[in-house]
């Protein structure tokens, strides 16, 4: 039986942490969102951004999850500094300075990371600055959102907007736990490279990840 180890009020309701053997799982309004069991497509969304990048690239994280995307960015040669992006500030906390620490060796300390406690979506509306890599990972996938306000995200004004965050060459990289054909399509009118990989999972179908390209 899972134990609780903290509840926290969120902007979106109800957040859990809570162990359930070797595993931490964070629970949202009673529903599952993130765990540490298996991070490859987490870490697979930064490494494989970083991969068609120079090195020195300036990287944006939308989504901390349980810091298995920053932990892989941060170890990645291409990599001069990571901007994160988190609307809870209980997970930033737990991934700061609680259970889930230990999941990344304490990536929030690194000196090239800034963390921004924010919801991603307007943020990203104001945001001045531009960025040789968005890897987002927010929702469940782009027909799965975790809220309703980050549906526009994947709309055709959505990846339009995001690609106008990207330097040239940048690379937009997106997390799915399914396949979204009618978001490929979009992308590929917006991106003159674009790559779909699915990474397998226990117990159910794979991940899908989307790297798109200046």
Known sequence: ???????????????????????????????FLMDTRNGDSERLLATGA???????????????????????????????????????????????TGPLRSVHGSALADPRVEVVEADLVPWLRECPSSFDALCLDIDNGPEWTVTSGNAGLYTESGVDGLTRLLRPGGVLAVWSAAAVPAFTRRLRAHFADVREAAVPVPRRGPDVLWFARV
């Open 1 to 31: 039986m899972a134990e609780v180890l903290e509840v926290a009020r969120g902007r979106a309701g109800e957040l859990v942490l809570r162990r359930d053997g070797a595993a931490l799982e964070v629970i949202e309004n009673g529903v």
């Open 50 to 96: 970083l991969d068609l990048l120079a090195p020195g690239a300036r990287v944006l994280i939308g989504g901390l999850g349980v810091g298995f995307s920053l932990r892989a960015a941060l170890d990645h040669v291409n990599t001069g500094s990571v901007v994160v992006v988190e609307r809870e500030p209980a997970v930033i906390a737990w991934n700061r």
